[in-house]
C-alpha cells in the first residue's frame, strides 16, 4: 500500500500535470470503485483541479466549488500517466480521468477490488474521511510522545494505526523501527523518553529520505514504480538477507495479512520474536536466538 512518501511524490507529479486543468471526463471502467451516490461523480467533470492534499493515505483532489475526489489505493490501486484519450486497460483499469494535458488512467492488479473513490461536497464531508492521525514530519516531540502513549499497544502497531500516526504503513514501520533499534513488540508504555525521542528521530529520518529518494528516482517523469518493497530498504521485505548494519539475517513474524520485518541483532538484543502460528505448533521448542535457529536447521538439514 503506497504510504507517505510515496504518495507525497504521487501527489508533486499529479499536481505538475493537472493541477489548475479541467477535469473534461471521467471514464469509469468498474463500478467496484466508486463508494459514493451524492454529489454524482459526474458532478467534477468541467471543473479545475484548484489543490491536491494528502489525507492519511488518501490523495484528494480539490475541485472548484469545494466539491473533492478522495482516492484510496489500498494495496495495488495504481495511477498511471498516459498521452490524451488513452485506453482503459481491460483487466486492471478501473477509470480514466481525461485532462487537456493527458488521461490519468487508475489500474488495480489483483482480483480484489480494495480501491475506492468518493465524491465529497465541502470541507465537512472532507474531514470524515480522515483518521486523525499525527502528522509526524510536522510534530514537535510533545505531540509525538502523546500520540504515541495514549495507547498501550506495540511500537508495530502503534505506528501503523491511522488513528493515531498519519500515513505510515507496513514498510515504513519496519524501517523506522530498524533505525531506532526497537523491537516491534516493544510496548508504547515500555518506551524511557531516550528511546521516545531516538524513534521521533528515526522517524523523522527515515520518511525524509525515502521522499527524497523516490523523488530523485521519478525525477521529471511520473512515479510508475510505486511498490512496498524498494532496493535500498534495510529490512522490510529482506528476510533471510543479511541485515545492513550488523550482517546478521532479517527476521520476521507474521500477522493477519501483515508482517514485521526486524534485525535481532540490532532491534531485540539477539533475541528472536515468536511468530505466533510458529509458536502454538512448536511450543517449548521455539528457538530463543539466531545460534538455536541454526542449530535447528542444522539438525533438520542432517536428518534428511
Keep these: 500500500m503506497p504510504e507517505l512518501p510515496d504518495i507525497t511524490v504521487y501527489i508533486e507529479a499529479l499536481a505538475a500535470r493537472i493541477g489548475g486543468q479541467p477535469l473534461e471526463r471521467v471514464r469509469l471502467a468498474s463500478p467496484f470503485l466508486l463508494r459514493s451516490v451524492e454529489p454524482p461523480l459526474k458532478a467534477a467533470e468541467g471543473r479545475r483541479v484548484v489543490g491536491l492534499r494528502r489525507l492519511g493515505k488518501r490523495i484528494v483532489w480539490a475541485m472548484e466549488d469545494g466539491l473533492f475526489l478522495v482516492f484510496h489505493l489500498m494495496i495495488a490501486g495504481r495511477f ?8 482503459v486497460p ?5 477509470a480514466a480521468f481525461d485532462f487537456p494535458t493527458g488521461a490519468l488512467l487508475l489500474t488495480e492488479a489483483g482480483t480484489k477490488k480494495r480501491a475506492s473513490l468518493h465524491v465529497v ?4 464531508a472532507l474531514a470524515a474521511h480522515d483518521p486523525g492521525g499525527l502528522e509526524v514530519l510536522d510534530a514537535g516531540p510533545a505531540a509525538f510522545e502523546a500520540a504515541l502513549t495514549r495507547e498501550n499497544r506495540t511500537l508495530k502497531r502503534a505506528l501503523t494505526d491511522p488513528r493515531l500516526f498519519s500515513g505510515i504503513g507496513n514498510a515504513y514501520s519496519d524501517e523506522i523501527l530498524h533505525r531506532a533499534r526497537l523491537s516491534p513488540l516493544l510496548r508504547t ?9 531516538r524513534l521521533r528521530t528515526a522517524t523523522h529520518d527515515v520518511l525524509h529520505e525515502w521522499i527524497d529518494r523516490l523523488r530523485d528516482e ?4 511520473f512515479p510508475e514504480k510505486v511498490t512496498a518493497f524498494r532496493e535500498g530498504m534495510a529490512v522490510h521485505g529482506r528476510y533471510g538477507q543479511p541485515c545492513p548494519v550488523c550482517g546478521a539475517p532479517v527476521q520476521r513474524i507474521v500477522y493477519a495479512e501483515n508482517e514485521a520485518n526486524y534485525c535481532a541483532p540490532c532491534q531485540t538484543g539477539g533475541k528472536l520474536l515468536a511468530d505466533r502460528a510458529l509458536s502454538r505448533l512448536l511450543r517449548g521448542d521455539w528457538p530463543r536466538t539466531l545460534e538455536e535457529l541454526e542449530a535447528l536447521k542444522a539438525g533438520a538439514r542432517a536428518g534428511k
Excluded: C, F, N, Y
Excluded at 90 to 94: E, K, T, V, Y
Excluded at 218 to 221: E, K, Y
Design 80 to 87: 498511471r500517466w498516459r498521452p490524451p484519450g488513452a485506453k
Design 121 to 124: 461536497q465541502g470541507e465537512a
Design 90 to 94: 481491460g483487466r486492471l483499469g478501473l
Design 189 to 197: 508504555s515500555q518506551l524511557d523518553p531516550t528511546q521516545v525521542a
Design 218 to 221: 521519478a525525477a521529471s517523469g
